[in-house]
């Protein structure tokens, strides 16, 4: 692993997009996903990717951010994201 990362944060309410925002300052390759893709959209001026499906974020991802509104939201996303991970990716549940 290098020191930039590739991290799909799904979930950019308040505290995913803040997350999204300061991993690509950071200079890591951000990729992010949310529901409402309205919400998500605003972190591409960051140098953010946009994805249309969980799946498609967390492709060849090093670490999975998920920001989510409860446990069964975060693992709903997960089941859909799960056929697209690769062996070694690390999932950070933040949740609250």
């Not at 997009?17 to 919400?39: D, F, I, P």
């Amino acid at each position: 692993m290098t020191d930039k990362l590739t991290v799909s944060v799904l979930g950019t309410g308040i505290m995913g997009a803040a997350m999204a925002r300061n991993l690509a300052r950071a200079g890591h390759t951000v990729r992010v996903w949310n529901r409402t893709r309205s919400k998500a959209e605003p972190l591409a001026a960051e140098g953010a990717h946009i994805a249309e499906t969980p799946a498609q974020a967390v492709q060849d991802a090093d670490v999975v951010l998920t920001m989510l509104y409860d446990g069964p939201a975060a693992l709903d996303t997960m089941r859909e994201a799960a056929p697209a991970l690769r062996p070694g990716t690390a999932w950070a549940q933040s949740t609250t």
